[in-house]
């Protein structure tokens, strides 16, 4: 059931939460330094990081 937007039921207790920090926050350039591409080790994988030609990041196993 759809309700109007100014009819919406109130939200359950359960789901209102305190506010969480932001997380950190880096800007692609210092991450990428120059490059097109870097690599980024987690959990005993690695993750290749692209900056595409349409200025788009790719993230991929």
Do not use: C, W
Request: no cysteine; hydrophobic share 35%.
């Amino acid at each position: 059931m759809a309700f109007p937007p100014s009819n919406l039921p109130p939200l359950p207790a359960s789901v209102h939460r305190t506010p969480v920090p932001p997380g950190l926050e880096l800007d692609s350039r210092e991450l990428m330094r120059g490059t097109r591409e870097v690599l980024i080790r987690h959990g005993g994988q690695v993750y290749r990081l692209r900056h595409t030609r349409n200025d788009k990041l790719i993230l991929v196993k």
